[in-house]
């Protein structure tokens, strides 16, 4: 699933197995991310969904232990360009929801840290 694209590349999250990986749109950088880290980060980032918004559904991706991602576009009254979100869903927790690009430099950057031991 697309999580966020520039004019130059696009960042994916895919699952392999039970592990979630980043890979860019040329296909060169493939990282695994840490265990837990997409809930870390949406947990940071992410805001409840206001019960009037009303989304676009562009994807949606089964990331595991009953937690789905799904890319969302909206159109907020005062915007000119519609923005993408990512909203994470979790089994009898709140759906949280943050801006595409904070989440995908979050992840990405957390592709990138040595794990301890390694």
């Not at 060169?28 to 805001?47: C, I, N, T, W």
């Not at 595991?64 to 869903?89: M, Q, S, T």
């Not at 759906?95 to 794990?115: E, Q, S």
Request: aromatic residues 6%; proline residues 3%.
């Amino acid at each position: 699933m697309k999580i966020h694209e520039t004019s130059s590349a696009a960042i994916f999250l895919h699952t392999e197995g039970d592990a979630l990986v980043l890979v860019s749109s040329d296909g060169e950088r493939k990282r695994a991310l840490p265990a837990g880290a997409l809930d870390a980060v949406m947990k940071r980032y992410g805001l409840p969904l206001e019960d009037d918004v009303k989304l676009s559904e562009i994807d949606a991706l089964d990331v595991g232990e009953g937690a789905r991602l799904r890319h969302v576009r909206h159109l907020a009254r005062f915007d000119v360009i519609a923005k993408d979100w990512l909203v994470y869903e979790r089994a009898g927790e709140e759906p949280l929801c943050a801006l595409a690009t904070t989440v995908a430099g979050a992840l990405d950057y957390l592709a990138k840290v040595p794990l301890e031991g390694s």
